[in-house]
């Protein structure tokens, strides 16, 4: 806990992917709701998608926070708007591509969520 994915489209201009993991993890931890070691990211390019029915080039940016459950929704909605300020920071506009970037925070069950951390 708590668990970033951030799924992006190919047709978006290369970013340097460790950074904004690295980013996102930076301000997740500076919030103070979780230990630094306890936040987890990855990326996933997503190749084949759909955005509308319209021809116009279209990519999004989406990131999938899921976190345990029984923080107040001003912290979500803080969290989403650390999460979201970052992923504008490494997504600029791009002339001639309509760019959507969103987040979704998800409650993991608090009482059915099992971790171990093996090795040191």
Do not use: W
């Amino acid at each position: 806990m708590p668990n970033l994915t951030l799924e992006y489209t190919r047709n978006l201009p290369a970013v340097d992917l460790s950074a904004v993991l690295a980013d996102c993890n930076r301000t997740l931890a500076e919030s103070g709701q979780f230990s630094e070691l306890d936040i987890k990211s990855r990326a996933l390019r997503v190749d084949d998608f759909a955005i509308g029915t319209a021809p116009e080039a279209r990519a999004f940016v989406f990131a999938t926070f899921s976190l345990l459950s029984g923080r107040a929704p001003e912290v979500k909605r803080d969290l989403s708007q650390r999460l979201l300020t970052v992923l504008k920071a490494h997504f600029p506009p791009v002339p001639g591509l309509v760019i959507q970037i969103a987040v979704e925070l998800q409650d993991m069950d608090r009482d059915s969520f099992l971790k171990i951390i093996a090795g040191a």
